[in-house]
């Protein structure tokens, strides 16, 4: 394979840009400690890192456009890097979230779009195949690096420090940026704010509903936020059930000011065009859903770990190893498969057997933790999310014209972040909900006496915060109950923990099941469009 440097270059940026998610997530008991905060307000960082890359990376993608994708791409490693510092020197949770969620979100709108358009730029045929396939490896390494990066880096010395490793690396990356060939003409069109704005505040009040949906209740109100000494609760129904209708309606609005910028002759935001196109189609839907299942997955398995069971940042990397290792393995199987079997086999075979790994990471949550179960889950899962990896990328590319590459590289980034803000937003609603009303439940029926369950009741009755499962007993000494009922409290909070571990898996596996509606439209070996050929030769 040709210009080796290129995907190197490329390939560093893509480890960056994966790199980060993993890392905060096995270190979120620590980092809670560190900057005095919750798992909450953690939960609101990582959706938030997420969101931000989806809200503006279809502006990111038509700035590559406007700008020149390298030069798009060197930019947003600046601010990448900028950002990255920011975190690193973070004081408290509000810098935490300007740095990580706010500017390298910023960063990565730029520079995500213009690694797929720039791989398509610089590779052709079984070349831009392995390229893409590299990428998805890559990607497979930053997820099995990370947990073990930052569980080392974060038990051994300071969190901080591989973010500050991130600043190093992206200063490479624009240093050594101009060995890549940036071919496509920069385009002249004028970017629509009207656009811009629906499509940001469209999707960023659907994610907002859902994430505060674990407070304010979906749709009958639970504890609805208060101003002025009165309660939000518009028509009797929760605020988070209007954001989300309220993001819906923004989002319609968005497609139908896209229509009316194409039959006006004026560039949209988005070519909605491209949907009418089955394979690119299903190949977003069922990106979407796996960054929604790995989200899901990198959220609520670190807070079992460390909240539940009490493993530090490390042994919280290493437990996820086998997830991780898989997925690099089996995007290099993935490939090698596709030379036998259509796409849409192999993401079939992926898609069923993340449901399976589902099924046994259900089964292995347990106060013990059912250790070889639980790596069985965890390889099979990252082998599942490996083969769809290898396939998904190429699809996509492969369904547009080489014009269209940019588009579709931020359409991309919209559906694996999207899908990552719903994820953690989601599965985080879940997990929270649910051990509320588990733990309320279970005080209600255990052997507590009646004045312990009304203060207990009282002290939880704006929801309970997760926190490790063996400070429980201690907290509850400090708030003046007896030994014996601080052990049982503790007892039933432990047993809520797993409950609630329990009913987010399970949601998982109904979000696993959906996905393979989706894969309908991915191209069977004799359907694969090559448009860019097509293009080529007309």
């Known amino acids: 394979m040709k210009r080796w440097g290129v995907i190197a270059v490329l390939g560093s940026a893509q480890f960056v840009m994966v790199l ?33 890359m989806a809200a503006f990376m279809l502006l990111g993608a038509k700035l590559g456009d406007i700008w020149g994708r390298r030069r798009a791409f060197v930019i947003g490693s600046c601010v990448y890097a900028a950002g990255s510092l920011i975190t690193a020197l973070s004081p408290n949770v509000q810098f935490l979230f300007l740095g990580w969620s706010i500017v390298e979100g910023l960063g990565a709108v730029l520079v995500i779009p213009a690694i797929a358009a720039l791989v398509a730029d610089n590779y052709r045929g079984r070349e831009r195949i392995t390229a893409f396939a590299i990428i998805g490896a890559v990607s497979g390494a930053a997820v099995a690096a990370g947990p073990l990066i930052g569980g080392f880096v974060t038990t051994y010395f300071d969190w901080r420090y591989v973010f500050v490793a991130e600043v190093f690396i992206m200063v490479a990356v624009v240093l050594c940026a ?54 939000i609760v518009p028509l009797g129904i929760s605020p988070a059930a209007w954001f989300i209708v309220l993001g819906v309606v923004l989002l319609a609005l968005f497609l ?33 859903a796996q960054y929604t299942v790995t989200a899901g997955l990198f959220f609520m398995v670190p807070v079992y770990l460390q909240m539940t069971l009490g493993l530090d940042a490390l042994e919280t990397g290493i437990r996820i190893f086998p997830l991780s290792i898989a997925l690099v393995l089996f995007s290099i199987v993935g490939t090698r498969l596709s030379r036998r079997l259509s796409p849409r086999t192999v993401v ?28 069985t889950g965890m ?26 590459t ?19 937003a989601l599965i985080g609603s879940i997990l929270i909900g649910a051990l509320s009303a588990s733990f309320a439940s279970g005080v209600a029926a255990s052997d507590l006496p009646d004045p312990t369950k009304a203060t ?21 000494e400090d708030a003046g109950l007896s030994d014996v009922d601080a052990d049982t409290l503790a007892t039933v909070y432990r047993e809520s923990q797993l409950s609630s571990l329990r009913i987010a898996f399970f949601g998982l596996i ?24 097509e293009a080529s030769t007309t």
Not at 207 to 227: E, R
Not at 388 to 400: D, E, F, K, R, T
């Open 20 to 52: 980060d998610g993993t890392v905060m997530n096995v270190s979120i008991s620590t980092v809670v400690s560190d900057l005095d905060t919750t798992v909450a307000a953690m939960q609101g960082a990582i959706t938030f890192y997420t969101l931000t």
């Open 178 to 231: 101009r060995i890549i060939t940036d071919p496509t003409p920069r385009q002249s069109a004028r970017i629509d704010v009207l656009s811009v704005a629906l499509s940001s505040v469209g999707l960023v009040s659907v994610v907002f509903g859902m994430l505060q949906s674990k407070t304010w209740g979906w749709i009958l109100p639970v504890h609805p936020p208060v101003v002025g000494g009165v309660e």
């Open 256 to 288: 139908s000011r896209q229509h009316l910028l194409e039959g006006a002759g004026r560039a949209p935001l988005v070519h909605v065009g491209m949907f009418s196109i089955s394979s690119l189609r299903s190949g977003l839907s069922v990106l979407g």
């Open 348 to 375: 079939r075979i992926g898609q069923v057997v993340l449901v399976f790994s589902a099924l046994i990471l259900l089964g292995s949550a347990t106060s013990d933790l059912r250790s070889g179960f639980f790596a």
């Open 379 to 404: 390889f099979l899962a990252g082998a599942a999310l490996g083969l769809l990896a290898s396939q998904l990328g190429n699809v996509n590319m492969s369904s547009v014209t080489e014009k269209e």
């Open 406 to 424: 940019s588009e579709v590289g931020g359409l991309q980034g919209v559906f694996q972040n999207l899908g990552s803000s719903l994820g953690t």
């Open 456 to 476: 207990v009741a009282s002290a939880t009755q704006h929801g309970v915060t997760i926190v490790p499962a063996a400070d429980v007993a201690a907290i509850a």
């Open 510 to 533: 109904l979000i696993s099941l959906v996905s393979l509606l989706f894969s309908k439209g991915i191209p069977s070996a004799h359907d694969l469009r090559r448009r860019h050929s």
